[in-house]
């Protein structure tokens, strides 16, 4: 109860904030996207910390923020930045003295930078189309929607485990109750705006699948280091990286959905 209590008064205050941030675009959305991405990417290289490896912290930071900055002013030299972040890393490895474990640390700096910073500019890049402003609030509505019902349903119903070896308090239950928040909510999204029902339901279906697999796939990262989660931040949910896994995921896919479906030309 006491975790449940903490949840629901982060979600009173975040929510609104991101929503309005959204909302409104230009500068507080670039706060929130710099802020999310910076301190994902610290997160990120805790968690290797915790196995002894040593990434590029400051290169993937700097890197991080650069490549969010390119996105937002739609800057088409964007693509050049983890060009420069990979050059850079091998000549660093090539003239510091330490050079313990170069690939693990190059490979780990890398994957922290693709992970956080490469997947949620893809969050810019849904607010820079014609309709971002709705499409940017679809994306949390739904991925809220999910979670939210996942949380509910496990606690309440779940039996079977999803995934133990990975997440051990996640449930079979509890995946499909977070489909089934998923559905719900574009349904109800879908007979608002008029959008065809079978569309509605399968954008639906495929966002509360995969939003699911990107929380299962932070997951695989803590386990892997015995983490419960990465840090204590946000109250009742753990870091930047527990609460925003799944948009990480669901950022991309919606992006590409709207094209590949015909709703963005």
């Known amino acids: 109860m006491k975790d449940l209590v903490k949840r629901v008064l982060s979600a009173l205050i975040g929510a609104p904030l991101?929503?309005?941030?959204?909302?409104?675009?230009?500068?507080?959305?670039?706060?929130?996207?710099?802020?999310?991405?910076?301190?994902?990417?610290m997160e990120f290289y805790d968690i290797v910390a915790y196995k002894g490896v040593r990434a590029s912290r400051g290169a993937g930071i700097?890197?991080?923020?650069?490549?969010l900055v390119c996105v937002f002013f739609d800057n088409e030299q964007k693509v050049i930045v983890p060009t420069f972040l990979f050059l850079f890393l091998i000549v660093?490895?090539?003239?510091?003295?330490?050079?313990?474990s170069p690939l693990i640390s190059v490979g780990a700096t890398l994957l922290g930078f693709f992970y956080v910073a490469w997947l949620i500019s893809y969050v810019i890049l849904l607010r820079n189309l014609e309709d971002g402003r709705f499409w940017t609030?679809?994306?949390f509505l739904v991925t809220w929607s999910t979670d939210t019902m996942a949380y509910l349903v496990g606690k309440s119903v779940g039996r079977k485990k999803l995934a133990p070896y990975i997440s051990p308090n996640k449930t079979v239950e509890g995946f499909w109750g977070g489909v089934l928040g998923s559905v719900l909510f574009s349904s109800v999204m879908g007979w608002i705006y008029a959008i065809p029902p079978l569309w509605s339901l399968l954008f639906g279906l495929v966002?509360?699948?995969?939003?699911?697999?990107?929380d299962l796939g932070e997951s695989l990262f803590k386990r892997e280091v015995a983490l419960k989660d990465v840090s204590g931040l946000i109250p009742g949910?753990?870091?930047?990286?527990?609460?925003?896994?799944?948009?990480?995921?669901?950022?991309?896919?919606?992006?590409?959905?709207?094209?590949?479906t015909g709703v963005i030309d």
């Open 62 to 67: 700097v890197a991080t923020i650069v490549l």
């Open 92 to 100: 660093g490895q090539i003239i510091k003295k330490d050079r313990s």
């Open 18 to 41: 991101i929503i309005f941030a959204c909302w409104w675009g230009g500068y507080p959305f670039l706060a929130l996207v710099l802020v999310v991405g910076v301190l994902g990417v």
């Open 137 to 139: 609030i679809v994306l």
């Open 207 to 214: 966002m509360g699948v995969w939003g699911q697999l990107g």
């Open 237 to 260: 949910h753990g870091g930047i990286l527990d609460r925003f896994d799944s948009f990480l995921f669901n950022a991309p896919l919606m992006y590409y959905f709207l094209f590949w």
